[in-house]
C-alpha cells in the first residue's frame, strides 16, 4: 500500500516537473535569440516535457491499484511511447540543425563556438 | 503595443464573441433527435454483450465494432474509394521506371542509426495497434498510417534507392496491397461461401451466428477475445494500408527527370 502511494507521489512529481518544462520551453521558444537556441527550447519541451510525464504515468498507473490488470497495458504503453519519443525527439532536432546549418538558412548569430563549421572547413564527415 | 499586435488581440476577442453568438443563435442546428441518440445507446450496449448473443458484436471496442460490422458495408465502400485513389496515383505513373541503381548518401550517421532502430519499433507498435485493435482504441487503418511513418523516414533518411534495394519493389508493394483487399473481400463473404457450401443460411458481412443463420466467426480461444471478423478485417486493412500507402510515398518520391520521359510520350 505505502509503495503504491510512493509510486503515485514519483510520478505526480514527475509530471510537474514535466509541466514546468514545458513552461519553460514554451517561454525559450517566444524568448531565444536564433532557430538553435530556439531548438533547444523545443527539445526541453519534448524530453522534459513529454518523456518525463509518460514515465510519470506509467509509475502512478503502477501505483493504482484498482485498476486492476489493465495497469499493466497503461504502464507500458506510457513507456514504450516514452522510449519512442526519447530516441526520435533528439534526432528530428539533430537533422533539422543540421539542414538549417548547411542550406545557410538561418541566422547563426550570437553565436560562442561553431564546431560542425570546424569540422566542414577541415573536410571531415559531418 | 504595436498595431498588428493590436489587430490580433482584437481579432482573436472578436473571433470568440462571434462564435459564442453563432451559437447561441442556434447556428449548429438543433439537438439530434432522440431516435438517433438512442441508436448510439443501443451500440455501446450490443458492442460486447453476452446476454444478446444473436445481436452483439465481437470485441470490446465499440469503434471497431460499429465500423466493422454493424456498418460494414460502409467501410467496405470506404476502402473502394480509398485504393480508387491509389489506383488512379498508380495509373498516372504506369511506363515509371523505379530502380534502385546509384548511390544514395542518407543524412548523418546518428540519423541513419536511430532509423535502423526505428524500422524494428514501428512496425511492432503498428502491429499491437492493428491485432489489439477489438479491445482498445485503434484498428487496421491507424496501424496502418503509423507503419507508414517507418516508410517516411526510411526514404528521408536513408533515401528511396535505399528502400528498393531493400527489396520493397513497387511489384512487391503492389502484391501485399492486392493480399489485403483480397483478405478484406474474401472475410466479408467468407460464412456465405461456407454457408452455401453447407446448405445453410448464412449473410455477407456476418460476423457472429445469427436466428436461422448459425454459422460464425469465432468469438472466444481458450479464455482469450478473438473478435470474429473484427481481427481479420483489422489484420487485412492493415497490410493494405501499409502497402497502399507505402506505393504512394514511393511514386511521390520519384524526382522530375525520372518522369518526364513517360509524361512526354
Not at chain 2, 546518428?110 to 482504441?137: K, Y
Not at chain 2, 489485403?180 to 449473410?203: D, E, P, Q, S, W
Not at chain 2, 458481412?205 to 472466444?220: D, I, V, Y
Not at chain 2, 481479420?232 to 504512394?248: C, M, P, Q, Y
Amino acid at each position: 500500500m505505502i509503495l503504491n502511494a510512493i509510486l503515485v507521489y514519483i510520478g505526480e512529481a514527475l509530471v510537474a516537473i514535466g509541466v514546468f518544462c514545458d513552461l519553460a520551453a514554451s517561454i525559450g521558444i517566444i524568448r531565444f535569440p536564433n532557430f538553435y537556441t530556439r531548438l533547444h527550447a523545443a527539445t526541453v519541451g519534448t524530453i522534459g516535457g513529454a518523456v518525463l510525464p509518460l514515465v510519470g504515468v506509467a509509475l502512478m498507473a503502477l501505483g493504482a491499484d484498482w485498476l486492476g490488470n489493465y495497469r499493466f497495458f497503461l504502464a507500458g504503453a506510457s513507456i514504450v511511447a516514452g522510449i519512442l519519443i526519447l530516441l526520435l525527439a533528439p534526432v528530428g532536432s539533430h537533422v533539422l540543425a543540421q539542414a538549417a546549418h548547411r542550406a545557410g538558412l538561418a541566422p547563426r548569430e550570437p553565436i560562442a563556438f561553431d564546431h560542425l563549421e570546424e569540422d566542414r572547413r577541415r573536410g571531415g564527415k559531418e | 503595443m504595436r498595431a498588428s499586435e493590436l489587430f490580433v488581440l482584437v481579432s482573436i476577442i472578436v473571433f470568440i464573441f462571434s462564435l459564442a453568438y453563432i451559437t447561441s443563435l442556434g447556428g449548429l442546428g438543433q439537438l439530434p433527435p432522440v431516435n438517433v441518440r438512442l441508436l448510439a445507446q443501443r451500440y455501446l450496449e450490443l458492442t460486447w454483450n453476452p446476454l444478446k448473443p444473436f445481436m452483439s458484436s465481437s470485441g470490446y471496442e465499440s469503434v471497431t465494432a460499429i465500423v466493422w460490422d454493424f456498418r460494414g458495408l460502409d467501410t467496405f465502400f470506404e476502402t473502394a474509394v480509398f485504393y480508387g485513389a491509389i489506383i488512379a496515383a498508380i495509373a498516372i505513373y504506369r511506363g515509371v521506371k523505379i530502380s534502385g541503381k546509384g548511390r544514395t548518401t542518407g543524412m548523418s550517421p546518428i540519423a541513419r542509426t536511430i532509423t535502423r532502430l526505428s524500422t524494428i519499433l514501428i512496425p511492432t507498435v503498428a502491429a499491437s495497434i492493428a491485432l489489439h485493435g477489438h479491445l482498445t482504441p485503434g484498428g487496421g487503418f491507424q496501424a496502418g498510417s503509423v507503419a507508414t511513418v517507418i516508410v517516411v523516414l526510411i526514404i528521408m533518411v536513408f533515401g528511396r534507392k535505399a528502400l528498393i534495394r531493400k527489396g520493397m519493389t513497387k511489384a512487391r508493394i503492389l502484391l501485399f496491397r492486392s493480399l489485403g483487399l483480397l483478405g478484406i473481400g474474401f472475410t466479408a463473404v467468407a460464412i456465405l461461401l461456407a454457408g452455401t457450401a453447407l446448405g445453410l443460411n448464412a449473410y455477407v458481412f456476418q460476423n457472429q451466428p445469427k436466428p436461422f443463420a448459425p454459422l460464425g466467426f469465432p468469438k472466444l480461444y481458450d479464455g482469450m477475445i478473438l473478435g470474429g471478423s473484427l481481427l481479420l478485417f483489422n489484420l487485412f486493412e492493415f497490410i493494405a494500408v501499409t502497402a497502399g500507402f507505402t506505393l504512394v510515398l514511393l511514386l511521390l518520391s520519384l524526382g522530375e527527370e525520372e518522369v518526364r520521359g513517360v509524361v512526354e510520350k
